[in-house]
């Protein structure tokens, strides 16, 4: 009982940051019908993100929790939309296959792109992330100036893009006066980076019932995540915004007649959902404080399975699928003997195929997922 | 003289002189591994392209069914016949060819079980399936370990170490036969009634259907009979480099062998026999700037979604692997 419910615990907290990744990636195909393969490297950025940004300031804590998630989330949703905008939106009215190569070839590019340039000296590390800063500027100010992708949109106010400006730059310093600060850290690209977890928080155990306990970083954990959540459910059943994304994924043409600008939502969609990739990056960073360039590859691929056995497009079936997807995977992991029988085999590993499993009962049994609806031809 | 002969002649001639200049010593040891790895990755390739672009499906696991092959190959050579370097190369020779066709086998039945379910369903969960394919078979064969008595030892081999010791059984005339069956296995399928009714599945798939084209059918037919060539390219891999390892399954090595297609050009044998060696080729000259060149790669596919979606030669393809009958409708299109 007592290591069920431990076990429990621990998979619920797995269970959240998966369905917050698998959020972004049920929303996009939602709208665009595109596996957005690049999530889990989306993930591995706002980790890092996060991991410069922590050890570069020196802040009250409370203020640095915060700062610690908001400002990964900003990077994130910025990068979304540099990736809508660069890959993605050239290839709209092309096959889906097109798209879904360019997504794949989009996440390989990412996770490259921090391996490598954490690899050959610590001081080029810095130098890499300024430039994926600049890159994001530069962006910024192709929209500002050329007009590049939204030649159509007549009242473009540029007062809008203030603000994203104003936190690249700000991240662009920070990144600056983290490069004396990677000498010491010494993180190779072979090796990985340990977050430094105890400038954010104290780790404490609060008892719950007999020997099973939760941790604060948990308790964290649990709140920013269903936070996040509620957020998102106001957005998408509440505003405009949200009303315009749930009739795009009926009919976007129709939505576009109604005077709604379909890319808009598209972008809209992207940052939210890189945004909630870029938090559950940070909140898995924190509780498995160790970060690799290829870290995001394994929770991107399941979170998209949780999204399939939620449903996708299922905003609902999403969170669910996640959570469903952490406490299985968490009961595997506690249940497989980590050494069995005279030769000590250790079967913990096989719980990385417990996703895989899911996945191919799902496909055999109910491919729509949970809440999806039945897949309908048109001809 | 037909374009056959020429074909035939061109084919005899490079084997020639590979062998003689090797035998001479004027090719060093290096340059004919660059061209023998060159040539399995034209198998992986054409097989790759017969999945993703002549039938139009998006299999992200290749290199999976390549180390599935790899693996049964490797573990039949090294621990059932217990083949090691001082073996007579004669007396090895048929069990390898043996280990090869197992290897097919076994990754041919392996594509099946994965592509019947997924099949039926729309090609992004394809994608997903083989993706999460690859990371199954590396956490797989991170597991299993083998026994291996050397002398009085007992070693353990295979899960993460990788399986070490296999015998260096691919040499050039074996790699080289292996990849002219392929391609002209390919090619000949391709330009068979079973190949065009893969290019109309991925022309149109409800059209294809309408013309009473077993979609399903077809797609396994085609995904089944990719895995079985990356099986096979999978064990002359596992017997040149003499090593296998789990890592080299997974998503990484997959994406390598999709931008060979569709550098290439889906739906063009020749584009992926040039793109497979001018990027073996590429690779080695890259060495010095190491990592970047997987950089580069990602750039490079979104770069050509973007820019050139039909590759270097879209679906054109050259003119001695064209049966006569397409190479004379050929001519009078390009006239």
Same mark, same amino acid.
């Not at chain 1, 939210?272 to 498995?288: E, F, K």
């Given at each position: 009982m007592e290591t069920f419910l431990s076990q429990l615990i621990f998979g619920l907290q797995r269970g959240t940051i998966y369905a917050l990744i698998a959020l972004g990636y049920t929303m996009v195909y939602g709208v665009v019908r595109l596996i957005n393969f690049a999530y889990g490297e989306v993930f591995m950025i706002g980790a890092f993100v996060s991991f410069f940004l922590v050890n570069a300031v020196s802040l009250p804590q409370p203020i640095l929790v915060v700062l610690a998630l908001l400002v990964p989330m900003v990077t994130c949703s910025l990068l979304g939309l540099a990736m809508d905008a660069l890959a993605y939106r050239p290839l709209r009215q092309k096959p889906r296959l097109a798209a879904l190569i360019t997504a794949i070839g989009v996440s390989f590019f990412l996770s490259n792109f921090v391996s490598y340039s954490s690899g050959e000296t610590v001081r080029s590390s810095a130098v890499a992330s300024f430039l994926l800063a600049g890159f994001l500027i530069l962006y910024v100010l192709g929209v500002k100036v050329l007009n590049f992708p939204v030649k159509a949109t007549p009242n473009f106010k540029p007062i809008k893009f203030l603000i994203p400006t104003v936190s690249l730059l700000l991240i662009g310093y920070i990144f600056w006066i983290s490069k004396d600060l990677l000498t010491e850290l010494r993180w190779k690209g072979s090796s990985f980076a340990s977050y430094p977890v105890d400038r954010l928080i104290v780790i404490e155990k609060i008892p719950l019932y007999k020997s099973v306990y939760i941790t604060n970083i948990q308790i964290m954990n649990f709140v920013v995540s *269903?936070? #996040?959540? *509620? *957020?998102?459910?106001? #957005? *998408?059943?509440? /505003?405009? &915004?949200?009303?315009?994304?749930?009739a795009s994924k009926n009919n976007k043409d129709a939505v576009a007649l109604m005077?709604?600008?379909?890319?808009? +939502? +598209?972008?809209? /969609?992207?940052?939210?959902? /890189? =945004? #909630? =990739?870029? =938090? =559950?990056?940070? #909140?898995?960073?924190? &509780?498995?404080?160790?970060?690799t360039a290829f870290m995001g590859v394994q929770p991107g691929l399941k979170a998209f399975i949780a999204a399939v056995l939620g449903g996708i497009g299922s905003i609902e079936g999403a969170m669910l699928g996640g959570i469903i997807m952490g406490v299985a995977e968490q009961f595997a992991i506690g249940l497989l003997p980590s050494s069995y029988g005279p030769s000590r085999i250790d079967f913990t590993p096989l719980a990385d195929g417990v996703a895989f499993a899911i996945l191919i009962v799902v496909l055999l049994l109910r491919p729509q997922g949970i809440f999806g609806e039945p897949p309908r031809e048109k001809l | 003289m037909k374009p056959t002969t020429y074909t035939i002649l061109g084919l005899l001639a490079f084997y020639a002189v590979v062998m003689v200049t090797s035998a001479v010593g004027l090719m060093n040891d290096y340059i004919l591994r660059v061209i023998n790895l060159m040539m399995i990755n034209i198998i992986l390739g054409v097989s790759l392209n017969l999945i993703n672009g002549y039938t139009g499906l998006f299999s992200v696991g290749h290199a999976g069914f390549m180390i599935v092959g790899g693996y049964?190959?490797?573990f039949m050579t090294t621990l059932l016949f217990g083949i090691t370097k001082d073996t007579p190369y004669w007396e090895a020779l048929p069990m390898f060819l043996v280990a090869i066709l197992?290897?097919?086998?076994?990754?041919?039945?392996?594509?099946?079980?994965?592509?019947?379910?997924?099949?039926?369903?729309?090609?992004?969960y394809l994608a997903i399936v083989t993706i999460g394919f690859g990371e199954i078979i590396r956490v797989i064969f991170n597991f299993i370990t083998f026994k291996k008595k050397v002398g009085n030892w007992e070693?353990?081999?295979g899960g993460p170490r990788g399986l070490l010791g296999i015998p260096p059984l691919s040499n050039f005339t074996v790699i080289f036969l292996f990849t002219l069956f392929t391609v002209i296995f390919i090619r000949n399928f391709v330009f068979s009634r079973h190949g065009r009714a893969c290019i109309a599945i991925r022309e149109n798939e409800v059209a294809a259907h309408m013309m009473g084209i077993p979609i399903t059918r077809y797609k396994v037919l085609a995904f089944v009979l990719g895995s079985t060539f990356?099986?096979?390219?999978g064990a002359l891999l596992a017997h040149f480099i003499q090593l296998l390892h789990p890592t080299m399954g997974g998503f990484m090595k997959s994406v390598e062998y999709l931008i060979i297609v569709y550098l290439g050009g889906m739906g063009s044998i020749s584009g992926t026999i040039v793109a497979a060696a001018a990027l073996t080729g590429l690779s080695e000259l890259l060495r010095p700037i190491g990592?970047?060149?997987?950089?580069?790669?990602?750039?490079?596919l979104v770069v050509l979604m973007l820019k050139r979606p039909g590759g270097l030669m879209g679906q054109r393809e050259f003119p001695f692997l064209l049966p006569e009958r397409e190479r004379k409708i050929y001519a009078l299109q390009n006239r």
């Open positions: *269903v936070l #996040l959540m *509620v *957020v998102l459910s106001y #957005l *998408v059943n509440r /505003t405009m &915004t949200g009303m315009a994304m749930r005077g709604v600008n379909v890319n808009r +939502i +598209i972008s809209v /969609t992207f940052i939210i959902g /890189t =945004a #909630l =990739a870029g =938090a =559950a990056g940070v #909140l898995s960073a924190i &509780t498995y404080p160790r970060l | 049964v190959a490797g197992a290897a097919a086998l076994v990754s041919a039945l392996v594509g099946f079980i994965i592509g019947l379910p997924v099949l039926r369903l729309t090609d992004d070693l353990d081999i990356a099986g096979i390219g990592e970047l060149r997987m950089v580069l790669y990602g750039a490079l």
